[in-house]
């Protein structure tokens, strides 16, 4: 039998179990995927802990994982676009991606380009249009200077990317052991912590014309304080603040669509997007992969390969 992710109850890592499950089914409009690679979110820890049970309640057994890239095993009826045999990039909406099998609306899916590795491709969609999403939400564009917190982590390491395609001038809070990489992609970095406030004015003694926030911990109040609008800081974690301060918390709104997923395909074939690897774990070691993502200190995005 297959195997995939699932818990019974909110709780921690611990509550998390790989478990023989039935062959999925897919309906008439899916494809059952044989997944290579599929990367594992923040927003999974937290649905997992319950802390998001008000907006995105899990009903129990829970899967997880929305991210993949695999190969095409069976088809739908109704499906005349996918073939078996065929390599895709794509995504779930029902919490099951983290399995060897999982049934994907047919829509949900884009093709693989052989220079897009298993891995990259199976943690592109949700950080990727995400990502896309808040260049979008603040206006970004030439001329602007953007600070964006979590600089180098698996959202920010790609928003900053696609900042500076825009145009706009980039800075990166980071860590110092990510500041060369930061600086080889055309992002100005800032050590996080004491004295940040300051180092952002020193990088952009013009001040400041938007935020993006990737970790939540204040950088909403950071980001009024350096006296950005409402309406160009975007937040995708510190949803609290947002509700206090009126500022956006757009995460893949209006982005979480195949269209954008291709446009990132595409930038990841030709080489003017990386998408950092931090790390890969087979299914059977989620645990560790989870205790990875929570150090919320690695560079890019952890992967699950079943």
Request: charged content about 20%; cysteine-free; proline content about 5%.
């Amino acid at each position: 039998m297959p195997q995939a992710v699932q818990f019974d109850e909110y709780g921690d890592i611990d509550v998390l179990e790989v478990r023989d499950v039935p062959r999925p089914q897919p309906a008439a409009d899916e494809v059952l995927v044989r997944v290579r690679a599929a990367g594992i979110n923040p927003g999974e820890n937290a649905i997992r802990s319950g802390a998001l049970h008000d907006r995105w309640p899990a009903t129990f057994p829970s899967g997880q994982g929305s991210d993949l890239a695999g190969v095409v095993e069976e088809t739908g009826s109704a499906v005349h676009n996918w073939s078996v045999g065929d390599e895709v990039i794509g995504w779930v909406d029902t919490r099951a991606s983290h399995a060897e099998l999982v049934a994907v609306p047919s829509g949900n899916l884009v093709p693989r380009d052989p220079a897009v590795p298993w891995q990259v491709g199976g943690s592109l969609f949700v950080a990727g249009t995400t990502a896309y999403s808040n260049v979008r939400a603040v206006g970004a564009g030439a001329g602007d200077t953007v600070v964006v917190s979590g600089a180098a982590g698996g959202v920010g390491s790609l928003t900053v990317q696609l900042l500076r395609r825009s145009g706009a001038t980039v800075i990166g809070l980071a860590s110092e052991t990510h500041h060369a990489w930061l600086r080889e992609r055309g992002v100005i970095p800032v050590t996080y912590g004491d004295g940040v406030l300051e180092g952002i004015r020193t990088a952009a003694p013009d001040g400041v014309d938007a935020f993006v926030d990737t970790f939540g911990d204040g950088y909403v109040d950071l980001a009024l304080e350096l006296g950005v609008a409402k309406d160009r800081i975007n937040t995708i974690i510190d949803f609290a603040g947002a509700s206090r301060t009126g500022v956006k918390s757009e995460g893949m709104s209006g982005s979480a669509n195949a269209v954008v997923l291709a446009e990132l395909v595409k930038l990841v074939t030709t080489g003017d997007l990386e998408v950092p690897i931090a790390g890969s774990y087979p299914l059977s070691e989620v645990h560790a992969a989870y205790r990875d993502l929570m150090r919320r200190h690695t560079r890019g995005k952890i992967v699950l390969v079943p």
